[in-house]
């Protein structure tokens, strides 16, 4: 087909132009703004040349498998605002409800990119993981979305470029504590802290005391940051077990009650967990220890893991998953480091 006369093309021109319907050219124009310049309200579309490029351009970035959205972005090539978070949530829960890995994949790096560790994990990953948990409350079977998500961030964590460690920084222990299955939110953290040039080290899910003791022992670090999922599984004790060393100790996760036992610190949030462990610090080392600082010397006295009431059903690394009817509280995954 070629260019009408004066290179003013109609809606349905252009659609049979492309091989599409004239809805399709509808709704781009509308959410994406990708349509006619300069068309006014109330009058007949009309696409010029340059207009019918850029959805040329368009729909063969969405042949290659970029959505919708991301197509019209790279098009419009800055030319728009900021993308909102909204929208970033709204394509990563399409590719997720779809178990589309790839775009999954393309859509998490795009917001890690964009945005960053923190403001991608609070202001899109977290809103997104609540969302696919809401719908198991009307389809309890899609659980495997909720996973798939899951293992699909901790992909995208893994990826973010991560810069030499800074040499005075102090080394941060993660773990999730004995029973709990929820490593996603540590994951996030150690790939913020990655950006802070402040060394993690993950000991991954369901740690127990003793060897959470012995590490702690063994590596001497700065912090130790405790994740707890469900309240049956963030059990005192654990904080006890590492009073003998100077660790700071830190709970994180919605199991754990706002105010933990004396001598620890709860962070609420990803943002706030940042400021506490890459912060100055007292000798100015961005989330070192007090200059003269060591760990006391001599194993620490094991504790035994409390028992848990009921099964606990593990989720995937990463998973949001793990109570122990299979699903998450009401509240999910939007509490603390979530």
Do not use: F
């Not at 469900?230 to 754990?256: H, I, K, M, N």
């Amino acid at each position: 087909m070629g260019s009408p006369a004066g290179s003013a093309w109609t809606a349905g021109q252009v659609a049979r132009h492309l091989g599409i319907a004239e809805s399709t050219l509808r709704s781009w124009h509308r959410r994406y703004g990708i349509g006619p310049q300069g068309s006014e309200p109330g009058r007949y579309r009309r696409y010029g040349e340059e207009d019918v490029a850029r959805l040329r351009r368009m729909l063969d970035l969405i042949g290659l498998g970029m959505l919708a959205s991301e197509a019209a972005r790279t098009v419009q090539d800055g030319d728009s605002g900021p993308v909102s978070a909204e929208r970033d949530v709204a394509d990563l829960v399409a590719v997720a409800r779809v178990s589309d890995t790839e775009r999954c994949r393309i859509v998490l790096d795009s917001v890690l990119s964009r945005r960053g560790v923190v403001e991608a994990w609070e202001e899109v990953c977290r809103p997104a993981l609540v969302a696919v948990d809401a719908d198991q409350r009307i389809d309890p079977d899609c659980m495997d979305i909720e996973h798939g998500l899951s293992w699909a961030m901790i992909g995208a964590l893994h990826r973010v470029p991560r810069p030499p460690v800074s040499p005075d920084a102090a080394l941060v222990l993660l773990a999730c504590v004995e029973a709990e299955h929820h490593t996603l939110p540590l994951a996030a953290l150690s790939a913020a802290l990655a950006g802070h040039r402040i060394p993690a080290r993950m000991l991954g899910a369901a740690t127990p005391t003793p060897s959470l003791v012995r590490a702690v022992r063994d590596t001497a670090p700065g912090a130790v940051v405790l994740w707890a999922q469900c309240p049956d599984t963030a059990v005192p004790e654990v904080l006890r077990a590492l009073q003998p060393y100077s660790a700071r100790r830190y709970t994180a996760g919605p199991g754990w009650p706002p105010a933990p036992p004396a001598g620890a610190r709860h962070l609420a949030s990803l943002r706030e967990a940042i400021d506490a462990l890459a912060g100055p610090s007292r000798n100015g080392r961005p989330g070192g220890r007090r200059s003269g600082a060591k760990p006391a010397r001599g194993r620490a006295a094991s504790v035994p893991a409390a028992s848990v009431p009921g099964p606990s059903v593990p989720a995937p690394s990463g998973g949001t998953s793990a109570s122990p009817v299979g699903k998450l509280p009401p509240s999910g995954p939007v509490r603390s480091l979530q």
